[in-house]
């Protein structure tokens, strides 16, 4: 580290434009500063005190150009009032050189007076007045959003989605990742969104007649479960969170079954083993931890399928996906992590939850990361694969960021309009995934009406399935609760279940001993 950086950074704290980040950014980084304010000697040796005295009485005998090199050479010395933005970003010799062309030979005794007076402890006036108007104007700046295809407010450019279906519907290529599929596979990939999105529909609308407890929503990012759900293999093993509809309907789940628990007359319905597709997990994060330790347990059985762990935005602030991040690179588990970035942990925006696209976090854990496109399928479907593929390979984890939009609430407990734009809406209904796709199909000619005509009639005939089907569903029995709690049984579980018992049938005795007192009348 040299005197003139150690100068600089230490310019930069008193004047108001350092900081926390100027730290990070400038070489040597914390430790560095850390030793600078612990009053360590400068890199020349010389102590912080002995310094400044030394910089005050060269100051007062130098000519102007020397006096304005001495203050930026000391480590802890005041900037000259003409010169402090310009000592806070340059080197010694660029300071000297402007503090020599602006100011007077009186007015470099005066600066370097104030140095000598003021030492490192009173920050100069003008640099206070400096630091009040940098903080007024960052206020003022708009939030930046990550919806934008590339950064405009920052140093470094963010890469482009992986995207091989635009929103306009047409077909591009990509150099990394691509599918040739055909007419039939395209046709699918359209039929599954298609009846996903209308049983996703007829579910909410459920909701508001009172037959569900609750029910999320996954409007809008039914690409980037269809393409991510059939890029697997049926050994491969799925962790959901509890919007993963589309990939439930990939995985040959009823989508009755996604209705029991949101209805609360059961914890899934199904079985998890049978489809490889573990029960939803209401806890926000916990079922990626579930998915790095499966897919570790998936190497040491010397197995080649692959893990799979889905989950959102919101839930990648979780210290839980960290840690699983953590265990998968270090054990080389094959696993892909895909966050459905939709913009909207419930109301709080992705920009105040990372610094960076979500994407890049991989690589602080030393696995690759990759941004696609949510909306299109070819591209989810295209990037799921080779990760999938990748794992199976040995190759270790690998995170995806599908970038969607949340079209509706969050769960029909939500309200979206209290805190975000329906511009914001509209703007994305025009990235509408099934319908860059259906334009695909009709402008290639690989699909005709009567195609789109029987995807309506299936979807409503799904549509009266669900309806029957939930109104038909059976109250659980009372006592479930108790089961399976424990593998072998436990004596604090039976002794409660007892109780349980005994509590419900006292409602039948007073039942009877009322309708005796009745009928004696």
């Known amino acids: 580290m040299t005197v003139e950086s150690t100068a600089a950074r230490s310019t930069a704290r008193r004047s108001g434009t350092g900081g926390k980040r100027a730290t990070q950014a400038a070489p040597g980084g914390d430790a560095a500063n850390g030793r600078a304010e612990a009053g360590e000697a400068t890199a020349a040796g010389t102590p912080r005190k002995t310094a400044a005295k030394a910089s005050a009485k060269a100051s007062a005998k130098a000519p102007a150009k020397k006096a304005a090199g001495s203050t930026a050479k000391t480590s802890s010395g005041s900037t000259p009032k003409t010169g402090s933005k ?256 939709n913009q909207w942990a419930i109301s709080e925006p992705t920009e105040r939850q990372s610094r960076v696209p979500i994407y890049q976090r991989a690589q602080g854990f030393g696995f690759p990361g990759v941004r696609v496109d949510g909306n299109d399928v070819l591209a989810c479907l295209a990037v799921t694969k080779a990760a999938v593929e990748r794992a199976r390979a040995g190759e270790g984890p690998m995170l995806i960021e599908a970038f969607t939009y949340r079209m509706g609430a969050h769960t029909t407990s939500d309200d979206p309009t209290r805190y975000r734009a329906d511009e914001e809406r509209a703007a994305w209904e025009a990235k509408d995934p099934l319908q860059r796709l259906r334009t695909y199909l009709e ?43 424990y593998a072998d049984g436990h004596a604090l579980v039976d002794e409660e279940r007892a109780q349980f018992a005994a509590y419900q049938a006292s409602f039948a005795t007073e039942s009877e001993s009322v309708s005796a007192a009745g009928e004696g009348k």
């Open 86 to 341: 310009t000592a806070s970003k340059t080197p010694s010799k660029t300071a000297s050189k402007a503090a020599a062309k602006n100011g007077s030979k009186a007015a470099s005794r005066g600066a370097a007076s104030s140095t000598a007076k003021n030492g490192s402890k009173t920050p100069a006036k003008r640099s206070t007045k400096a630091q009040a108007t940098s903080s007024r104007a960052a206020a003022a700046r708009p939030a930046r959003a990550h919806g934008s295809a590339r950064r405009t407010d920052g140093p470094a450019a963010e890469p482009e989605l992986v995207q091989l279906l635009t929103p306009e519907g047409e077909r591009v290529t990509h150099p990394e990742y691509d599918v040739d599929l055909s007419a039939q596979e395209l046709q699918g990939l359209y039929r599954d969104m298609a009846l996903t999105r209308r049983f996703d529909a007829e579910a909410t609308a459920l909701q508001r007649q009172g037959e569900l407890g609750l029910w999320a929503s996954l409007l809008g990012q039914e690409a980037a479960q269809i393409g991510s759900g059939r890029a697997l293999r049926p050994d491969d093993y799925v962790f959901p969170t509890y919007r993963e509809h589309g990939v439930a309907w990939c995985r040959d789940v009823d989508p009755t079954m996604l209705l029991g628990m949101f209805r609360g007359v059961n914890h899934g319905g199904w079985d998890p083993n049978s489809n490889n597709f573990h029960l939803y997990t209401i806890v926000i994060g916990s079922q990626v931890l579930h998915a790095a330790g499966y897919a570790m347990g998936v190497a040491k059985d010397g197995a080649d399928s692959a893990v799979i762990a889905y989950f959102g935005d919101g839930a990648s602030s979780q210290g839980d996906v960290a840690e699983a991040f953590t265990f998968a690179a270090v054990y080389n588990a094959p696993v892909v992590f895909f966050c459905q970035n």
């Open 443 to 485: 402008s290639e000619q690989l699909a005709d009406s009567a195609f789109f005509a029987s995807i309506e009639e299936e979807s409503e005939e799904m549509g009266r399935h669900v309806r029957d089907a939930i109104r038909t569903m059976p109250d659980p029995d009372t006592m479930a609760m108790f089961e399976n709690v």
